[in-house]
């Protein structure tokens, strides 16, 4: 009798938790739906700081910074590359003061040296890296164009299917020509004009190869099997020199580097290390310590800089 008793009661006690937990949900569902209508979540709420940031990313002042981002192939706007600046920036300091005990304002200076530096040297190094990615994918263009026309497509057709197939950068362009062929702009003209955004000899020797068979005519598509060979072969060759020069483009980076460290260091173990350095003599020598080095930088990037 207790067991069935024990039993029911259970029993009531699931239902009546069941009811109220499917109560609670009705509710909550009503209380989000409310909500959502009183915040329109489709409307994107931001914050004042990047409110700021998009307003600036979309003026005049930030569009020289937004190309160099661009051809470098970096992933940021200009507010969000002048935000991690900063971190940088306050990061280096924090390093310097407590890692190598430098002052203050020692420390905001060599910060604001290394930070310039480096952010030109990227620049430099990474000048042209998306036209390098783009022609890296001009075997897979010629290919793609070649198959297509020997299906029995146009150019205009086989420059759409690129543009559809093909990854990002060159996406991008070949959806711009394709889009300017489909307005009425003629062939010649649309392709001169994506050559001068994409100022590269590859380039430049494919969008000629195209132009000559589209005018004088043939078989397009073995002349884009030929150029998609030997693309293929400059890139292989290509990678095996900058495998060969890898170890002196490193030197060139760790040559400044180690003596920098090796300072810093011997300024933590040894107070007043680097007083000497900010006299007469010692500026000098620091002058000429990075005459040097940005020599050594530059002939050893000069020597390892093979063209092909």
């Known amino acids: 009798m207790i067991a069935t008793i024990m039993t029911i009661l259970a029993t009531l006690c699931f239902i009546l938790f069941l009811a109220y937990w499917l109560d609670y949900r009705r509710a909550k569902r009503n209380w989000r739906k409310s909500t959502e209508d009183f915040y329109k979540p489709d409307q994107e709420r931001k914050s004042f700081i990047v409110l700021i940031g998009d307003r600036y990313d979309h003026?005049?002042?930030?569009?020289?910074?937004?190309?160099?981002?661009?051809?470098?192939?970096?992933?940021?706007?200009?507010?969000?590359?002048?935000?991690?600046q900063f971190v940088a920036f306050m990061g280096i300091i924090l390093l310097l003061v407590n890692m190598f005990n430098l002052k203050l304002l020692i420390s905001a200076f060599l910060a604001l040296l290394l930070l310039e530096g480096g952010k030109r040297i990227m620049f430099?190094?990474?000048?042209?890296?998306?036209?390098?990615?783009?022609?890296?994918?001009?075997?897979?263009?010629c290919r793609i164009l070649a198959n297509s026309t020997r299906s029995g497509m146009t150019l205009n057709q086989g420059i759409q299917m690129v543009a559809q197939e093909i990854a990002?950068?060159?996406?991008?362009?070949?959806?711009?020509?394709?889009?300017?062929?489909?307005?009425?702009?003629?062939?010649?003209?649309?392709?001169?004009?994506?050559?001068?955004?994409?100022?590269?000899?590859?380039?430049?020797?494919?969008?000629?190869?195209?132009?000559?068979?589209?005018?004088?005519?043939?078989?397009?598509?073995?002349?884009?099997?030929?150029?998609?060979?030997?693309?293929e072969d400059r890139k292989l060759l290509k990678q095996e020199i900058k495998t060969m020069t890898a170890e002196q483009r490193y030197v060139?980076?760790?040559?400044?580097?180690?003596?920098?460290?090796?300072?810093?260091?011997?300024?933590?173990?040894?107070?007043?290390?680097?007083?000497p350095l900010f006299t007469g003599i010692g500026i000098l020598l620091l002058l000429f310590f990075i005459l040097g080095t940005g020599l050594t930088f530059w002939l050893v990037r000069k020597v390892t800089n093979i063209r092909v």
């Open 252 to 275: 060139a980076i760790l040559v400044p580097i180690i003596p920098i460290f090796l300072v810093l260091m011997m300024n933590n173990i040894i107070d007043g290390f680097l007083d």
């Open 168 to 231: 990002a950068p060159a996406k991008t362009e070949f959806k711009q020509l394709a889009h300017e062929l489909s307005l009425g702009i003629p062939f010649d003209i649309a392709i001169k004009k994506m050559e001068s955004r994409i100022d590269n000899k590859e380039f430049k020797l494919f969008v000629a190869t195209v132009l000559i068979q589209k005018k004088a005519g043939g078989n397009i598509s073995s002349i884009l099997d030929e150029m998609s060979q030997t693309l």
């Open 124 to 141: 430099a190094v990474r000048k042209n890296k998306m036209h390098e990615r783009l022609v890296d994918q001009l075997p897979e263009i």
């Open 59 to 84: 003026s005049e002042t930030a569009q020289p910074m937004f190309e160099k981002l661009k051809q470098a192939n970096i992933p940021f706007t200009p507010s969000e590359f002048i935000a991690a």
